[in-house]
């Protein structure tokens, strides 16, 4: 066209001969000349015109790419303070509320939201920057089990999805109108094969297209999954500490306790021992030194009789030291079994269980004493013995003071590998509650010495017993093999 216009502006000047030539006394060599020369004029108007072009292409490309730049700092700004704020947050709300507002605040994306969920998608947190009251709507929805086109796809997929077109794609998203034509992209927060929930944010639609864009999007979403794993470690430590220092002082609290308990316990039983001296001190004295005494009196008189006046002895006050000495020797049996009966060591346990059954049915006669022993005596070692024999002398000693019963039942049993001992009464029975709350100095000593003797020597004890119910006392070993 401006070649046109030249050739024009040529003739113009420069006028036609017969032979429709331009001449005007200027010669074709001439004339070829200034069409070079306007020429070579055009194409410098050209080449500029496609030098501003080019350089007006390039000022958008790098205006965009400044934009990019920019972009692409505020979201490492972002993942950054995302970085930072794992240290200092231990609460998992308050990270995704201040993670959300950093993404948006920095400038990286014009909202974002975060939805952390379950397994079963049930809504665990939120938070979301930029969006306004509308994004309750999304979480309301969810409630009602109905997930969001966004939330949908990337709960069942670890890719990011990237909407270019909102207006369509999240037609029935209760916030899409403040997309306002953006695009958005969204991706699951995912650390370790466990799924945290899901981060929506909107950007420009090109963005979004943009797979460099979605590889950082992917980036931010691994960051945060990171941290919310990180932080959900750290609650688990935290707990696991916790529980470590309440075990640590409960058992410190049952160590002093049973500190305490065993101290008086040991204090108890020198007072007992004392005590049992005392008593056998007593018995020894009053009724068996007496007797002894009075013997000694009546056969000193009948010696010095016959010494002196050579007459036969009181034959009447010698015949009533019989059942004296008799009485006597009740009574010497009687400590003995207090004691430990020798028959214990001489006849076996069994033997011991039958004798003191029957003693005790001698003293107690309104009591009945029923015997089921169902074991051999190889079964029952020596030390285990003594221990039976002194958890069923104290709880026969206790039917006897306290129950008012009128039949009780001694079992000793061996059954599979256990040795059974329990001894039941039909009497008045007792709260045990009452019985074993309250300060271990007031409560009797019977009860907890059996305990004391049957869990020292490896076995369990235990007693039923509720008032007006009767009371049964168990104690139970493993059998030795
Ligand atoms: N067989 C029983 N029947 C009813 N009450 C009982 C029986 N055995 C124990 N008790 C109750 O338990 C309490 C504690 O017994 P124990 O420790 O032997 O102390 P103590 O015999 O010196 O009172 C008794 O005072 C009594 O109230
Ligand atoms: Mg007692």
């Known amino acids: 066209m401006v ?40 194409s410098d108007h050209e080449k500029l015109k496609q030098h501003i072009k080019e350089l007006e292409k390039e000022a958008c490309e790098r205006n965009e790419s400044e934009k990019r730049i920019k972009h692409l700092n505020s979201v490492l700004n972002s993942i950054r303070n995302i970085h930072h704020l794992v240290s200092g947050v231990d609460n998992p ?28 998608n049930i809504v665990l947190g939120s938070a979301a920057t930029g969006l306004g009251e509308s994004f309750l709507s999304i979480l309301e929805k969810m409630e009602r089990d109905e997930l969001i086109y966004c939330c949908k796809n990337v709960l069942a997929q670890s890719e990011i999805l990237a909407i270019e077109d909102t207006l369509s794609a999240c037609a029935g998203c209760p916030v899409s109108h403040m997309y306002r034509g953006r695009g958005a992209m969204t991706g699951r927060l995912e650390h370790s094969q466990k799924i945290y929930g899901v981060l929506t944010a909107s950007v420009p639609a090109a963005f979004s297209a943009d797979l460099k864009e979605q590889a950082l999007f992917k ?30 002082d409960e058992l410190e609290l049952r160590v002093k306790k049973r500190t305490n308990e065993l101290e008086l316990l040991s204090s108890r039983l020198l007072n007992a021992q004392e005590e049992e001296r005392k008593r056998i001190a007593a018995d020894l004295h009053d009724e068996i030194g007496q007797s002894l005494s009075a013997a000694k009196f009546i056969i000193e008189t009948a010696f010095e009789q016959f010494d002196t006046q050579k007459t036969v002895p009181d034959i009447d006050s010698l015949r009533k030291l019989v059942p004296m000495l008799q009485k006597t020797s009740e009574e010497v049996r009687t400590i003995v079994m207090n004691l430990r009966p020798s028959i214990l060591d001489d006849l076996g346990i069994l033997a011991t269980i039958g004798w003191f059954c029957r003693q005790f049915q001698g003293v107690y006669s309104d009591i009945r004493v029923k015997e089921k022993i169902n074991i051999k005596e190889a079964d029952v070692s020596d030390a285990l013995k003594t221990i ?62 059996m305990k004391e003797r049957t869990e020292l020597s490896g076995g369990f004890f235990l007693i039923e017993s509720s008032p007006g119910e009767g009371t049964i006392v168990r104690a139970s070993w493993q059998a030795q093999k």
């Open 3 to 42: 070649f046109t216009r030249l050739f024009t502006q040529l003739l113009k000047t420069n006028p036609k001969n017969d032979n429709g030539c331009v001449t005007n006394n200027k010669t074709p060599y001439k004339f070829y000349e200034e069409i070079q020369r306007a020429m070579d004029k055009m």
């Open 93 to 120: 709300k308050e990270f995704i509320e201040k993670a959300c507002k950093s993404l948006v605040d920095d400038g990286g994306y014009f909202g974002a939201w975060i939805i952390l969920t379950d397994e079963d």
């Open 219 to 248: 980036d931010v979403t691994n960051d945060i999954a990171f941290a919310l794993h990180n932080i959900e470690k750290k609650k688990q430590r935290q707990e696991a500490e916790n529980e470590l220092v309440k075990a640590r």
């Open 388 to 449: 039976i024999f002194r958890v069923m002398q104290e709880a026969m000693n206790n039917i006897a003071k306290h129950s008012k019963a009128d039949i009780v039942c001694l079992y000793l049993e061996k059954r599979e590998s256990i040795i059974d001992l329990a001894i039941e009464d039909n009497g008045l029975g007792f709260d045990m509650a009452k019985s074993s709350s309250g300060n271990i100095a007031e409560k009797g000593f019977g009860i907890s010495g």
